[in-house]
């Protein structure tokens, strides 16, 4: 579908109009935190903070189980 920018804007315009809403779902990027490597990290970190290797940063509540 080849669309002029001006084309683009009045068909959004006149279907956002007509439907009362955007004519599009958002996509939503998916949180980086949640990445499977990061998490794989965090779990690392985590298991080694409760053997006892290294100290937690100042900001984070350790639960001693």
Known sequence: MA???LS???LFAK???REKRIPFEPAQAPDPFFSESNMAYV???VQELREGK???HE???VDDE
Do not use: N, R
């Open 3 to 5: 669309l002029t920018p």
């Open 8 to 10: 683009s804007i009045t």
């Open 15 to 17: 279907t956002f109009l």
């Open 43 to 45: 779990k690392k970190s």
């Open 54 to 56: 290294g100290t937690a």
């Open 59 to 61: 900001l984070i509540e």
